[in-house]
């Protein structure tokens, strides 16, 4: 199972990503190579060279499990995004979202996915459920008090623009403080983009050495 997420990012901190994930790629290619010429796979016939290539095949996906080589998108993401969800005390065990409500990335409140000047480009990720679950759970459920105050407010004074206008200055200060209290599911994937790309990752993170 997984979980696919569209966030807009600037266009610069895709392509950099983009790239270190490309170059984690070249890299597993040259350990694939180094591993089977270890194996002397060349020299193989049937069984042995079956067994042979499941071995690689094996430690391949551990690897990458392990996040040595992050060849995908998600998998570059993953450790910051995961560090992301922790320091925020998102990773952690949540009820379900109740069935019908408003999902976490597009809370009343929110800026949503056009927010931020220059996130022109889009970042399409399919996170695995141990990432995705807490994070969209998280959201919602530390999001709702905030929601239900706008709510309320709305109830209050009014959710159309010449409401919102006619409504007493401390009254839309208590608005703008609840609205800034909302984190959307694009405000932590950001972040954790963020976080990867300043790291500077680079390819030779990645070790060409079979059996490590």
Do not use: F
């Not at 889009?122 to 929601?147: E, I, K, Q, S």
């Amino acid at each position: 199972m997984g979980h696919t997420m569209v966030i807009a990012v600037p266009p610069a901190d895709l392509d950099r990503l983009d790239a270190y994930v490309d170059a984690q790629k070249t890299a597993e290619t040259r350990w694939q190579a180094a591993a089977e010429q270890q194996a002397g796979l060349l020299d193989l016939r049937g069984p042995a060279l079956r067994a042979a290539r499941a071995r690689i095949r094996g430690e391949r996906d551990r690897l990458r499990e392990t996040g040595t080589h992050r060849v995908t998108r998600w998998r570059a993401l993953a450790p910051l995004l995961r560090a992301e969800l922790d320091a925020r005390g998102l990773l952690r065990d949540w009820e379900p979202i109740p069935e019908g409500a408003q999902q976490a990335g597009q809370n009343l409140g929110g800026t949503g996915p056009y927010g931020g000047a220059g996130y022109t480009a889009r970042l399409c990720v399919t996170l695995p459920d141990a990432l995705a679950v807490p994070l969209l759970r998280g959201v919602y459920w530390t999001n709702l008090p905030h929601v239900q105050a706008l709510q309320a407010w709305g109830d209050q004074w009014g959710t159309d623009t010449i409401s919102r206008r006619a409504a007493p200055d401390e009254a839309l200060a208590e608005r703008a403080q609840a609205a800034a209290q909302i984190v959307t599911t694009g405000v932590i994937l950001r972040a954790a983009l963020d976080r990867t790309i300043s790291q500077r990752p680079n390819a030779q993170a990645v070790s060409t050495k079979p059996g490590t």
